[in-house]
């Protein structure tokens, strides 16, 4: 329908995206604001597979391209990331805990960005506000953005309000966090059936460093040995997208949840590898460097890319 209002998150939806967009399509229709639905900007992974199928939720229709189309944005607030032609689009409103991106508006819009661990914790506190009830199922959906997108309340992005909003909604859901959220887990981790392309493409976005284009994905795993055989693949898969995406760089998280540290895979440029060494103080050994203590790609990732490449 012409005049429907997509909710929508960022490409390689993960499951604050997808959550976040029925959860915030669910208040907004509870207000009253029934032309609201919840979209997804792809295909939806395992761990939100996992999630939806748990709660009995459907998944949400896939919005490929913005053109003409009256968007809400969560989770995310840069082209880059956005579904196709979203400058070409009426967006209403963002919901988001990134940084800053470079998303333009023509009018002043409800632009709501709160540095907490996941989108799903805004909304639940924009429930709150509203006084509107939270049902079962939605506490369900936040409770599962919170986990994934804080690992377990292990990332350096996880605040306060990150654990007493999970705290809230566990007792509104009937789920034990860390039960569901091992489940969750375990279901990301779910790699033999996936291939170097999924791998490489299931959480990836692009950045702009000071003029250097960079890729940068994540995969979380249970056991790093996991990947282990796929490694060659995965690094060939990266090197193809430096070509197809036109990229000086892509780098691809490999993130160990249970030893809470990454491993950074690298392809790139001379000048790029310089500036990634520099970022991460160390050499790049068989395409990567490994560190300690690294889950969070906004806060432990991108802002030392950035200011190593800044000019
Ligand atoms: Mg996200
Ligand atoms: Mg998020
Ligand atoms: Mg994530």
Do not use: W
């Not at 939806?13 to 032309?35: C, E, F, R």
């Not at 070509?243 to 490999?254: A, F, G, P, R």
């Amino acid at each position: 329908m012409a005049d429907n209002i997509y909710v929508v998150g960022h490409k390689s939806p993960d499951t604050d995206s997808v959550t976040s967009a029925i959860t915030y399509a669910n208040l907004k229709n509870q207000l009253g604001m029934k032309d609201v639905v919840p979209a997804a900007a792809g295909e939806i992974n395992n761990e939100t597979k996992y999630v939806l199928e748990h709660f009995k939720i459907a998944p949400p229709v896939v919005l490929k391209d913005a053109t003409d189309k009256k968007v809400i944005l969560v989770d995310h607030n840069e082209v880059g990331q956005a579904v196709d032609n979203i400058m070409k689009a009426d967006i209403q409103e963002i919901i988001d805990h990134h940084k800053i991106g470079d998303i333009q508006t023509g009018k002043p819009i409800f632009f709501h960005n709160e540095p907490v661990g996941a989108t799903g914790t805004i909304i639940a506190s924009m429930y709150e506000l509203n006084g509107v009830k939270i049902s079962k199922e939605m506490a369900g959906l936040m409770m599962a953005a919170i986990l994934s997108d804080t690992v377990l309340f292990k990332s350096p992005t996880c605040t306060d309000k990150d654990k007493a909003t999970v705290e809230k909604l566990s007792k509104i859901c009937g789920e034990d966090p860390q039960k569901f959220g091992m489940e969750m887990l375990k279901a990301k981790s779910d790699i033999k059936s996936k291939t170097a392309k999924d791998i490489v493409f299931g959480d990836f976005k692009k950045f702009d460093f000071s003029g250097v284009k960079a890729g940068v994905g994540q995969i979380e795993v249970m056991d790093l040995a996991d990947l282990a055989p796929k490694r060659e693949e995965i690094l060939a898969e990266m090197r193809k997208t430096m070509e197809s995406e036109k990229l000086d760089m892509v780098v691809l998280m490999l993130t160990d949840v249970i030893k809470e540290a990454s491993d950074l895979l690298f392809v790139g440029t001379d000048e790029a590898k310089a500036g990634f060494e520099k970022a991460f103080g160390g050499k790049v050994v068989n395409n990567s460097i490994y560190k300690e203590k690294v889950l969070s790609r906004k806060k432990q990732v991108i802002p030392p890319l950035e200011s190593a490449f800044k000019k």
